[in-house]
């Protein structure tokens, strides 16, 4: 996993067993376009990644990625939120990550 921007740029390598369940996650977001309550959270075999997802007003799904060092050290941590739009925008990020995941390399 790669996150950069104008003042950072972190990688880490993210391990997972066969999506760890990313891409049902990611779907069950979608299907619920119209809402819940509180944050719904995802998380990767080592929790180096984690995903946090909360509905906002006006239809808006909030993401926020984390990258996490991994333990023992445990010595930092990156977050990020990005918005997407309920329904459509998030089954087709759902879809991309589903390919993603079910694709292999030759």
């Given amino acids: ?16 067993w066969d999506g760890d369940g990313l891409d049902t996650f990611l779907s069950s977001l979608a299907e619920d376009f ?11 075999l080592e929790r180096d990644l984690t995903i946090s997802a909360e509905h906002r ?3 808006y799904v909030h993401l926020t990625w984390g990258i996490h060092d991994r333990p023992p050290s445990e010595e930092w ?11 459509e925008e998030m089954r087709n990020l759902a879809a991309g990550f589903q390919m993603f995941l079910t694709s292999t390399v030759g």
């Fill in 1 to 16: 996993m790669k996150a950069r921007g104008q003042w950072v740029s972190i990688e880490t390598l993210v391990r997972t």
């Fill in 34 to 44: 119209r809402g819940w309550e509180g944050a719904r959270s995802w998380r990767s």
């Fill in 57 to 59: 007003p006006g239809g």
């Fill in 77 to 87: 941590h990156f977050e990020t939120t990005t918005v997407h739009a309920a329904g």
